[in-house]
């Protein structure tokens, strides 16, 4: 590579519960850098699954880092052309892209749900992932059966 790879830069903690993770889910909720709104919302959704869910013993961040463990996925397939055939090579994914794809399809599926505020949407999306159900955790499953269906092209890693 002829540059070199760029710094990662800081993230700050949020300012309710002190967590990176937070901080990072909330960047990628946030449109057109309205991310007072996007803490809005998130906050707003926690609140939402704390009264959804007021029979767990754990707290709404817990069940909100549950949810996104559970839809977290560990392989992908990606594309390899071989001697003009393409394949569909299951790798395993780096623990940052992990996180930032679990983040990523959560929001996407809260988004596409139906009806009332994004806080709401938001909030149904992370009981039915803490719950290994709903949209986001579907995904999740079906990029594991795509790594499954292709693990005899494995051997074409790069």
């Known amino acids: 590579m002829r540059k070199a790879k760029p710094k990662k830069r800081v993230i ?9 993770k937070v901080s990072k889910f909330v960047n990628h909720l946030m449109y057109d850098g309205k ?6 919302i998130f906050y707003a ?22 949810a996104l463990d559970n839809v977290t996925p560990q392989v992908e397939v990606k594309s390899r052309r071989i001697g003009g055939a393409t394949f569909q090579v ?27 505020s994004m806080a709401e949407k938001l909030a149904s999306e992370i009981v039915d992932a803490f719950n290994n159900q709903g ?21 074409f890693r790069f």
Do not use: C
Request: net charge positive.
């Open 12 to 20: 700050l903690p949020d300012p309710v519960f002190n967590d990176q």
């Open 90 to 116: 299951p790798t395993e994914i780096r623990p940052d892209r992990k996180e930032s794809i679990a983040m990523k399809n959560l929001i996407a599926f809260a988004r596409k749900r139906g009806g009332k």
């Open 35 to 40: 991310k007072n709104a996007s803490y809005v």
């Open 45 to 66: 959704a926690l609140d939402a699954v704390k009264s959804k869910m007021n029979n767990e013993e754990k707290s709404a961040l817990e069940i909100w880092k549950t």
């Open 135 to 155: 949209g986001a955790y579907k995904r999740k499953e079906d990029m594991h059966r795509m790594a499954e269906a292709n693990r005899a092209f494995a051997h």
